[in-house]
């Protein structure tokens, strides 16, 4: 009898610790207090704004009057200006070129990284820097020096007799040296690059070079298909930065985009309308349009990530 009681009682005990029982589990008030700053700010500072922009992008709404409600009438003439155009234009020659030239760079001083040469942390430091300070406004007024007309560049051009242009002050040019300026901010990349290829095994070079395959058979058959996880993180990640850019065209053209609204990205078209022209319900327009642009632009890598992403399963 005392031991079929000792078992009930330790039934009852078992019972009191399970959810439902006498005896509840702590309640997550102390985690919703810490967490509680976040939600604030996270509510106030991007839910809240994101909601108002939306709403104003189907207003008539110039900072001075009360909003006006006018429909579709803000996309309607969104889609009919010439300039809108021109600066996604503009913007999709920035992402489409200078994106694979990073990566690609990135890439490469990567492997270069990667081979264990003396000094690695120095040098993985250094590459660093360029994302770092890339999208300050110092850099952006220090590469307006180096491609002006007697800037650093042309200065070199000339010890051989080559007259240049003023980079940034030529239409055909002034987007090629923002180009430049975003695949030299290659830092953020080659890290993400190096770490993925410190995780891939050493055995699998070892055995392709019993076989016989050279580097860039090895680089081909073996890094790049187990790399292409990270390929595509970085991908992702550096078309949703290159669509946002902003401060280099700002800096470097001075505000206006120019010359001949060939530097006029569409965030600095969009940063004109609101501030300049305080037509801050086409700017709502605009800013919602890039939010879905860049949305497919991220679900069509996903779509298309399941041909050439390659996992270990």
């Known amino acids: ?14 019972r009191k610790g399970r959810p439902g029982g006498r005896e509840k589990y702590p309640d ?84 270069l990284l990667d081979k264990g040469m003396r000094g690695l942390p120095f040098y993985r430091s ?16 220090l590469w307006r020096q180096v491609f002006g007309k007697d800037g650093l560049v042309n200065g070199f051009l000339g010890w051989f007799g080559i007259d240049a242009p003023g980079w940034i002050g030529h239409p055909d040019f002034a987007l090629g040296t923002l180009i430049a300026l975003h695949v030299w901010t290659f830092g953020s990349p080659m890290v993400i690059f190096l770490a993925g290829l410190r995780q891939i095994p050493e055995m699998f070079y070892e055995a392709a070079a019993i076989d016989g395959a050279g580097r860039v058979r090895r680089f081909v058959a073996i890094t790049l298909p187990l790399l292409t996880p990270i390929v595509f993180f970085n991908l992702v990640l550096q078309i949703i930065f290159a669509f946002q850019a902003f401060t280099q065209a700002y800096v470097v053209s001075g505000g206006t985009g120019g ?22 319900g086409y700017a709502s327009a605009m800013a919602w349009f890039l939010v879905l642009v860049v949305a497919a632009f991220t679900a069509l890598n996903f779509w298309l990530s399941k041909y050439w992403v390659f996992y270990d399963d």
């Not at 009898?1 to 078992?14: D, I, K, N, Q, T």
């Not at 996270?42 to 409600?69: H, K």
């Not at 010359?259 to 801050?280: C, S």
């Open 1 to 14: 009898m005392s031991s079929l009681g000792e078992l009930r009682s330790l039934a009852v005990r078992r």
């Open 28 to 111: 997550n008030k102390p985690a919703l207090l810490f967490l509680l700053p976040w939600l604030i700010g996270l509510l106030g500072l991007t839910v809240g704004p994101m909601a108002a922009s939306l709403y104003l992008s189907f207003t008539d709404y110039n900072l001075l009057q009360p909003p006006e409600w006018a429909g579709f009438g803000n996309f309607t003439a969104m889609f009919a200006d010439a300039r809108f155009w021109n600066s996604f234009r503009v913007t999709g020659v920035y992402v489409v070129v200078g994106v694979p030239l990073q990566l690609a760079l990135a890439l490469a001083l990567a492997l």
């Open 126 to 141: 250094v590459f660093y820097l360029p994302s770092l300070m890339g999208g300050s406004v110092a850099i952006a007024i």
């Open 259 to 280: 010359p001949g609204d060939a530097t006029m990205f569409y965030t600095l078209l969009l940063y004109k309308e609101a501030f300049t022209e305080l037509d801050m």
